[in-house]
């Protein structure tokens, strides 16, 4: 029998060492709207390393959806009950934003580790919280849904970029489109979303910074971008400064939330790189996330895939099938990041997408919301924090 980190004794087997691992990772999902369906679905039937012991949603809908695709999967309407199953190791948080952060607290507090969807909280001071207890419990996995590093393509690119063949990155170009929605359903959303880039592009900031190092030692390289050039950067410093602006084509009811369905940011990291964003709501073409990355010595581009190798020949040309959401464009990555959050608890490995990475992508995202609300570029001090 092994301990788990809550106390509860799971049954394993030996390591070789003497030390007994859980057989299998005992998770519960809260939230079962469209996130919380695709991760219990995951882990239920995709994950062979984690059992799905139970899910947590008041909707009436979520209750049935459990009930028709997850057999003998326990439901419960309130999230708090699931806290103090026996047993249980960690939780998956998929719930609205605003109950991140309280429900990510009263999960480490409970001793369970944290697979927490994106963003934190959609005000970043009541991130602070769950940064703090986060770090009270380096035992415990709390890790963030960043899914895009989990995609085999951007994990190329970084792979890529890390070996240096490129250069020194110096810019990120990125491009997230989501699909045009006329039903009314997104601009109800937005209204507690954050705004577009602490929802949409909070995505972009965190690849952005994974992408050109941003945080991470500076790399020595004959070819690379002299860091001896720029002036020396604080410890805590990571952004110089950043600048947004917007507009609105499709949804003119997000002028009343002061809000835009289209964005552009422009990023200025500290160790000398940069990244624009192009952030819009109004895809015509369904889903689509374009990646351009300038280093010293080459150009990489990761596109979005066809979402089928049928090619249409008819009166309007010839084509193939777009990817209609962001959710069937990242489903195989969707796969990988709940994989990797299993094997990270089970297996001891610090999680690849933190909940530091989170707050500092969200500072980011804070500062560009204040820039596209007033027009004025937003700097940020040596303490690392936006001057707002």
């Given at each position: ?7 509860t004794t799971t049954n394993g087997s030996s ?253 200025e990291y500290a160790n000398g790189s940069s ?7 109004t895809g015509m073409g369904g889903y689509e ?100």
């Amino acid at each position: 029998m092994a301990v788990t980190t809550n106390g509860t004794t799971t049954n394993g087997s030996s390591n070789g060492n003497g030390h007994v691992k859980p057989a299998k990772l005992k998770v519960a999902i809260l939230g079962c709207g469209r996130m919380g369906q695709r991760h219990a679905h995951n882990i239920f039937h995709l994950t062979p390393r984690a059992s799905l012991v139970a899910v947590a949603d008041p909707s009436p809908a979520a209750k049935t959806w459990v009930q028709e695709n997850l057999d003998g999967v326990q439901y419960f309407e309130d999230p708090e009950l699931v806290f103090d199953l026996p047993g249980l190791d960690a939780v998956i948080i998929s719930t609205i934003t605003s109950t991140h952060a309280p429900l990510t607290i009263k999960a480490v507090e409970k001793g369970l580790h944290v697979l927490l969807e994106k963003p934190i909280s959609i005000d970043v001071e009541d991130s602070r919280p769950v940064l703090a207890v986060a770090d009270s419990r380096p035992d415990l996995k709390v890790m963030i849904g960043f899914v895009r590093r989990f995609d085999t393509a951007f994990k190329q690119l970084h792979t890529h970029l890390s070996s240096t063949v490129a250069g020194q990155p110096f810019l990120l170009k990125s491009t997230t489109q989501d699909a045009y929605d006329p039903s009314g359903f997104f601009v109800a959303y937005a209204k507690a979303s954050g705004g577009i880039f602490m929802d949409c592009g909070i995505h972009d900031i965190d690849m952005s910074r994974w992408l050109l190092g941003v945080g991470q030692p500076a790399k020595n390289s004959k070819n690379g971008l002299s860091q001896s050039s720029q002036p020396p950067v604080p410890s805590g410093k990571q952004v110089n400064r950043v600048y947004a602006t917007g507009l609105t084509v499709r949804h003119p009811e997000l002028h009343e939330q002061d809000d835009c369905d289209n964005a552009l940011g422009v990023i200025e990291y500290a160790n000398g790189s940069s990244c624009t964003l192009h952030l819009s709501r109004t895809g015509m073409g369904g889903y689509e996330s374009l990646v351009e990355v300038f280093g010293t010595q080459q150009k990489l581009v990761v596109e979005t895939p066809a979402s089928s190798q049928v090619k249409v020949t008819d009166g309007h040309g010839r084509r193939v099938e777009s990817a209609p959401t962001y959710i069937e464009r990242f489903g195989e990555a969707f796969i990988h990041e709940v994989n990797a959050f299993v094997d990270c608890c089970l297996d001891d490995k610090p999680v690849p997408t933190s909940v530091a990475d989170a707050f500092q992508a969200a500072l980011i995202a804070k500062a560009l919301t204040q820039s596209f609300r007033t027009g004025k570029p937003v700097d940020f001090g040596d303490d690392g924090e936006p001057i707002l």
